[in-house]
């Protein structure tokens, strides 16, 4: 939203000196209450202020930017695709073919009720550096194990979800709950976050302008 | 940016009778001309219409979504990293520690001024399958070869190259320019923007909302 100066100017007087009334801002600016009105309705309707009754003009602020907003409003559940679970006793080898054929990154293992680990890209170049027989070892032996796994669960927020990619440094987060089954504590997974998850958003939340203008053309 | 039901009216009278005077929308309203200034006021600032002097208003539609068109704006050269470049008589060891040591998911091979190929961590692991030594193996037998490379300029929108990531299913874009010397096409590059950076941006839009309102508190 682009506000004129004099928009600019009325929203840091309001920010200053709330709550505060209509003619005072008019004399703070020497000019006619009546000429403020548009300027007042573009503010009050970018929830830049408010107004109450009596009192006059609150500044609300934050509402400036809706595309903070938009983005800090986006839950996982909506946004995750589904997570690719491998059997613990599966091979590196099979494991890295499993990667190639669904075209992912990173890879659960266990049961999607009970998630003992995570392998990624990174994990499995690391294992075949100087190793001969990837056919031979298990996933187990080179997976992050589950007590180190940053997870994120379904009604997060997506940008939750980011925060933890970038300073984790990992591309991907497994989806879902820890519980106590038997006294023992599980993680099961409902899906996957990754950074190609996030691309996608950006994409589509970036690309609809040309969408609409299409459709109204 | 919220409307109400009288903005939405006019927006709507406006798409469809475009350019159209005040005076007339007034009419169709049945309001008086000065009634609709707060609102049309609004619709100018929310670059929902724009008005022509002596032919009235139009609608621009788009702006309706800030979004998009923050999204939309963001330039490459603004966002991009270093690039990592190899040299082409590297080992494809040495190249998998490079990439640990520098944290990153994709090197480009050459020098900086003439890129010849482009090694993901996906070219590595499938280097790594069913070899025994990669401290003997040429990074140029498992790098993606210049004439297959999907690169971007740094001029670019930031939006374009995150449509290349996902059409392509690449991580990272080398960003630079193709230019011919001594008759040869040859690569040039000057950063790289990676699934990593775009998420990076999510972030700090989304996040800004919060340190905003850290300040005003």
Sequence with gaps: MQL??????????????QPITGEKIARKLQVTRSALRGDLAVLLSGQILSARRHLGYYYVGGGEDPVQEKLASLCIRDYM?????????????????????????????????????????K????????????SKMPISMVMTPRTKIVYAGPEDTVLSAAEKLLHYEVDCLPIGTVHTDDGEERFS??????????VKIFVALGEKRAANRKKTE
């Excluded at 994990?123 to 990837?134: E, F, V, W, Y």
């Excluded at 997974?189 to 996030?198: A, E, F, Q």
């Design 4 to 17: 004129t100066e004099r928009q600019k100017r009325i929203a840091e007087i309001v920010k200053k000196e």
């Design 189 to 198: 997974v409902v899906g996957r976050l990754s950074k190609t998850n996030i």
């Design 81 to 121: 695709s589904e997570p690719i679970v491998v059997r613990a006793d599966s091979d590196v080898d099979s494991a890295i073919y499993r990667l190639f054929t669904e075209d992912i990154g990173t890879l659960f293992v266990g049961t999607p009720e009970d998630v003992i680990g995570v392998v990624s890209r």
């Design 123 to 134: 994990d499995l170049i690391k294992s075949a550096m100087g190793r001969d027989d990837l």
